[in-house]
């Protein structure tokens, strides 16, 4: 492009003769992508997790916390994993969960980066209690714990960026940690990374090319699916393809799929080859989805923003609390960028407070260890929940006094130093 040398746009369903007619579309007005272009040059190949201030029309009405808890959705296939007696199948189920989250994935709009100290609580979905908590600022970090009767799940996620101009490499430096309960079982992830395609000329769309390695650390056995990374014209956008493998490496069960529509499988021999009398079985589908939703949210995205997963007495540092979020889920980025810029000026205020008293931040779900994992894109400190909220979430269910508080008129408040929840 003239005047743009060096900045890349795709059109994933085109090829490279219509770069140009698909950087005039997209949702920034030419005068605001111009002038961002302009200062954004200066930050190519660098890491922007929290560098850079991003305008909100970018953003969709959700936070990083909220977004962890999108994986839950199709949590009847861990259920499915606990009772399951066959270790392969148990590994299809487990892997299939994890690959579920990736049509949420897709969606192109930024969530909010999470406060200091934010959480986010769900329950009534699936019989499960998810927490998760910003525990870092800088690097911006956070954990999240879910548990049911068949399942418990930890994460320490930490995102790391790499910014090309026009898209950006987002490496997923991440510690996870599943266990099914019936057998106790522990299962580690390794997914691959993603690029956010056209991020300021074009229409943004997401992929996530490479290996998604799922291993049973109990067993040995593993999953390794490949992403095909979207050729010209949308050749295998979205196609996933691998196998189940027993401890000695040997291809036990072969899946394939799309991941944005559904996934199968099917038992095969020691050359990968589909065993003879045997058949391609479904294990996952995406369910139904509204039509024409603005930023593309499931049915289940619209729950997690709702109230109707808040738990009773809901913490006042919950993110559907914040008032950015809220503004602009009510189609108001006026608002929501003014309240945005309002809570970045409280937690860079509520950061002085805290040095001038000589105290670190201290998460109230989660510990901070001195262990390290490495990961493909860096070692990752961990964080382990402490079982905290376990207790605080019995407590409150047991009582009987605990007032009925209107949440919607709840400030969101996840200062731990100075009064500035009433400014």
């Known amino acids: 492009m003239i005047g743009y040398e060096g900045l890349e ?6 090829g490279t003769e219509d770069a140009e007619v698909e950087a005039q579309k997209g949702r920034w007005r030419q005068e605001d992508r111009d002038s961002y272009w302009k200062m954004m040059q200066k930050y190519i190949g660098s890491d922007i997790t929290s560098m850079v201030t991003l305008p909100v029309l970018i953003f969709e009405p959700m936070t990083m916390t909220q977004k962890m808890a999108e994986l839950m959705e199709y949590s009847y296939l ?8 066959d270790p392969y199948m148990r590994m299809v189920y487990v892997a299939s969960w994890f690959i579920s989250v990736y049509y949420a994935l897709q969606r192109a709009w930024k969530p909010f980066n999470p406060i200091l100290g934010e959480t986010y609580e769900m329950v009534n979905h699936g019989g499960i209690t998810f927490i998760a908590e910003q525990v ?17 799940y930890d994460i320490t996620s930490k995102v790391k960026t790499k910014f090309l101009g026009n898209s950006v490499d987002i490496y997923p430096v991440g510690r996870t940690r599943l266990t099914l309960k019936k057998d106790g079982v522990v299962f580690d992830l390794v997914p691959p990374p993603s690029k956010v395609n056209n991020l300021i000329f074009g229409r943004t769309w997401v992929d996530s090319p490479g290996e998604m390695i799922l291993t049973n650390l109990t067993t040995g056995d593993k999953v390794v699916l490949y992403f095909q990374p ?7 956008r979205y196609e996933v393809d691998g196998y189940v493998y027993n401890a000695a490496e040997e291809p036990k069960v072969l899946m394939t799929g799309k991941w944005n529509e559904s996934l199968s499988y099917q038992v095969c021999d020691l050359e990968g080859e589909p065993l003879p009398g045997t058949e391609m079985k479904e294990v996952w589908r995406v369910a139904d ?9 499931t049915y289940f995205a619209h729950k997690i923003n709702s109230f109707d997963t808040a738990p009773k007495k809901l913490l006042a540092s ?16 006026s608002k929501a960028g003014s309240e945005k810029s309002r809570l970045e000026e409280k937690q860079r205020a509520e950061k002085k407070i805290r040095e001038a008293k000589g105290q670190e931040f201290i998460p109230k779900w989660f510990d901070a260890s001195s262990e390290t994992a490495p ?8 964080y382990y929940y402490n079982g905290k909220y376990t207790e605080h979430r019995a407590a409150i269910d ?18 731990q130093f100075g009064d500035l929840a009433a400014e």
């Open 9 to 14: 746009v795709i059109n994933p369903e085109g």
């Open 230 to 236: 979207c050729g010209w014209f949308g050749a295998g």
């Open 136 to 152: 870092s600022h800088h690097p911006p970090m956070s954990a999240a714990h879910a548990e049911n009767e068949h399942f418990i």
């Open 318 to 333: 919950d993110a559907r609390l914040r008032p950015d979020r809220y503004a602009l889920e009510k189609g108001d980025l």
């Open 398 to 415: 047991k009582s009987d006094s605990i007032e009925e508080v209107d949440v919607r008129t709840t400030e969101f408040n996840p200062w």
């Open 78 to 85: 861990l259920d499915l994993a606990d009772e399951c007696e």
């Open 375 to 382: 990961t493909p894109w860096g070692d990752l400190e961990l």
């Open 289 to 297: 989805v509204p039509v024409n939703d603005k930023f593309q949210y």
